[in-house]
């Protein structure tokens, strides 16, 4: 097992990522797998004592999924008492999981930061285990297996904090191909929100916000009319994603 | 000096709230000043192992306060390395603000949970210092005294929050007496946002959220016609709170 460096390490405070990816019409989730347990877990980590909470975060992000200069937000700080759970903790070294000479790290009150960040699902070749886990995974957000400790209340708050944050702000940037269609577009919309949409409406919206070009390009290889394919406007979905969609006062 | 219980305290968590008052159609923001030395900070306090992250901001805005059941919001979690100054906190020894036996304590890295709360400056009799400092008292955010390491920071970040949030969310809940006008609410978003809005456009934009009941009385006491006075309807309030007011999709 990898030695931890406890002792150079931020006590009571931890990082966890929900990392959403988005494939055939399904938002899915990166999850890793504890060894020897059907328990499965955020992917996160520590705070080294010289490294600031937002580094460790991409750290930890890029380690698992091997990207960087992701799009990582901080969405909420987890700190109820109920967080710490000896009898867990203890089962996790019964089933060797933790090295026993971690317990006493693990089985400290920690608050947990909460970041979410939204990639490409096709540019994560291969997310890579960590020293507690034995694979690492995209699951359905539909379809989650057992998750430690509070992770399923962490992973529902961020896609919660991702539903309301569509209402203002733009999204597809890091979660679709570079080139992409109006349907497909709305489909990752459905997807995030969990509803079917009109097509019309979405299309008046969607075009509305000024932050899509036309390629004038149709995807190839599709037997019926393929639709025109799109691409976002980066300085304009930046400008919007800084400002918010709303008109504003 | 009150004594500091650290042994039962969570290392390296620390809680800064930002309290915001609507008086005289300033912004105010609710400041502490440090004993012996003109430098100011925002409330907060540490973290008892024994106590949820959001019951110790509530307990520490209490203290200050005397307001319970406020509405309080976690906005953002400060974790920059930079956060630790061991010159300011051998400062604070000197000028003896805190006592020496603290310095450890205060001298750790700590990463600061930030809360934000909207309260009735009228309700608010007389804050109340707390163990570091001498006086509490409310002042202008466009007047701001010198404050402590980044409380700065801190509190325009908790500003920006409010203003990105007002398109997104009715205000005034807890900002304005019970009964008050249309121009009374539109000075009070004027304020936040640092503009002036256009008066019409304001009137059919927050009447379009129907949030508010006319109480059919006007403002006794004033020279002119005085305008008629509003109600929040609690529960549209918050029921737009929890939904967003855009349309959504």
């Given at each position: 097992m990898t030695t931890l460096q406890t002792q150079s390490l931020l006590p009571s405070v931890a990082i966890d990522c929900v990392v959403f990816?988005?494939?055939e019409n399904e938002l899915k989730v990166l999850l890793l797998k504890l060894k020897n347990i059907d328990l499965w877990a955020l992917p996160g980590g520590f705070v080294n004592q010289g490294v600031d909470l937002d580094s460790e975060a991409l750290n930890a992000l890029e380690i698992r999924t091997g990207l960087?200069?992701?799009?990582?937000?901080?969405f909420h700080?987890?700190?109820s008492i109920e967080r710490n759970d000896t009898d867990h903790n203890r089962m996790l070294v019964d089933k060797k999981v933790i090295d026993p000479e971690w317990f006493e790290w693990f089985d400290q009150r920690f608050i947990s930061v909460g970041y979410y960040a939204l990639v490409e699902y096709s540019q994560v070749r291969e997310p890579i285990p960590g020293p507690i886990s034995e694979a690492c995974e995209w699951c359905s957000v539909n379809d989650l297996p057992p998750l430690m400790l509070d992770h399923r209340h962490i992973l529902e708050t961020a896609h919660m904090t991702l539903k309301t944050e569509l209402n203002n702000q733009p999204i597809?940037?890091?979660?679709?191909p570079k080139r992409f269609s109006i349907p497909e577009l709305q489909s990752l919309y459905e997807?995030?929100?969990g509803k079917k949409l009109d097509r019309?409406?979405?299309?008046?919206?969607?075009?509305?916000?000024?932050?899509?070009?036309?390629?004038?390009?149709?995807?190839?290889?599709?037997?019926?009319?393929?639709?025109?394919?799109?691409?976002?406007?980066?300085?304009?979905?930046?400008a919007a994603h800084q400002a918010g969609l709303s008109s504003g006062w």
């Open positions: 990816g988005f494939h960087d200069n992701i799009f990582l937000k901080q700080t987890f700190g597809g940037l890091n979660l679709l997807t995030i929100l019309r409406n979405f299309r008046r919206k969607v075009m509305s916000f000024d932050i899509l070009v036309c390629t004038n390009e149709r995807r190839t290889g599709v037997a019926h009319k393929a639709p025109l394919l799109y691409e976002f406007d980066e300085e304009k979905y930046h």
